[in-house]
């Protein structure tokens, strides 16, 4: 089904200043917001009238990995973008580490043309890191920013990466583990076969002292080099004390993950080895909770899927991940509830900032002329998380049965409803540089 406007007025819209507004929707963009419709106004047969529901700035996923190409068993643009849409994001960018790894100017045009053809959303990519000339070289298809995972490199050849992507006018996102302290510790922990089901092993193995020896070296060679570094899924105080205090002296933004903010190691007991993912959600020494969030720029969902089979082996051979994009937003607005964070907190993390770092344009805020990405708010509905009602492939989350007080109830993606309650519509992403 496709319910394709371009043309529409959303009356009776909540704000989050608590304003009423109606917001005229003229061929994709916010043609206007005001207070009182006159007859003139109604230039389209599309009224919908949202009875005084909250309408926030679509969300922004700086942090999605969707698996097309060369892992559609797992995921792919549709499925990924559907997801999205379904969880109240109008805008996503798709991390390099598919088959082929988008670190290349023929690869990145490749997943530029499937997610042109799939995905429903909006969407930018990131870009992965190879040689000095592959980095030059995708420049010319506006990459989001390049992403490098400094777990897999050596020091010397992290060094060189950095300078390549210092001399674009781009950011680079990075994941902080070094690499040389999980590589030991992981071979020292797995040779004791009583850690080979015992899941907790695994935030041990991938430390907090990974993460912190990573953003320490990543802030002093982006200082050196005068390089921008978004750091993707901090997850420990100790990591977040350490960038409070290199912020004077560095261009340093940080991202949060869901699983972080809302977890810690101690779920791995009743959910299992499902609950994997990197960096591992951390003992309640080191763990980020929610009031620390006000020091994050952005919230990512890392939306990371798997099969079930593949998310179900050992503590080390099970694959890493979980799928974040249909559980974030039902999980903050509880909090926003709960009188624990705000709305406009929320609105800060998931819209504004991520179109400021990415510098996505007449995204991320409600704004007239900018597009008419905007996410209905229903802050009375409860529920509980359901991955049955989800559109992405892997139907699994940590979260899974969690209460919730607040959601989104539908989705417009310049001007086109994509999603409304458990629906989700035809429509046609563009990228957005």
Known sequence: RVKKMGDLILKNCKTIENEIVNIIIEEGKIKEIKKELLSSDKTTDNIIDVKEKTVIPGLIDPHVHLRDPGLTHKEDWKSGSEAAAHGGYTTIID?????????????????????????????????????????????EEKPAAYKIFMDLHEIDELYQMFEYVSKTDKPLCLHCEDKNIVDYNIKTLSSNPDNDFKTISYSYARSAL????????????????????HLCHISTRQTLELIHEARTSANITIEATPHHIFLDNTTYENYGIKAKTNPPLRDKNYNITLDLLNEFDSIGTDHAPHTLEEKQKNTWTSAAGIPGL????????????????????????????????????????????YDADITVLDMK??????????????????????????CNVMTINRGNIVSEENEVYKNEGKYVY
Not at 214 to 222: L, Q, T, W
Not at 381 to 404: C, H, L, M, S
């Open 95 to 139: 991390m390099p580490n598919t088959v082929p790894t988008t670190n290349t100017l023929k690869a990145f045009k490749e997943k530029k043309e499937i997610a042109n053809k799939k995905s429903c959303v909006d969407f930018a990519l990131h870009a992965g890191v190879k040689t000095k000339k592959d980095v030059e070289e995708i420049l």
């Open 210 to 229: 990974a993460e912190l020896i990573a953003v320490n070296r990543a802030i002093e060679f982006a200082k050196k080099l005068d390089l921008q570094i």
């Open 381 to 406: 509905k409860e529920g509980k998380i359901d991955v049955d009602n989800w559109f992405t492939q892997a139907k699994y989350t940590p979260f899974e049965n969690r209460e919730y007080i607040g």
């Open 326 to 369: 249909e559980a974030t937003l039902p999980l903050l607005l509880t909090e926003v509830n709960k009188n624990k964070i705000t709305l406009d907190e929320v609105v800060r993390l998931t819209s504004h900032n991520p179109s400021k770092i990415f510098k996505i344009p007449n995204k991320g805020f409600l704004k007239e002329g």
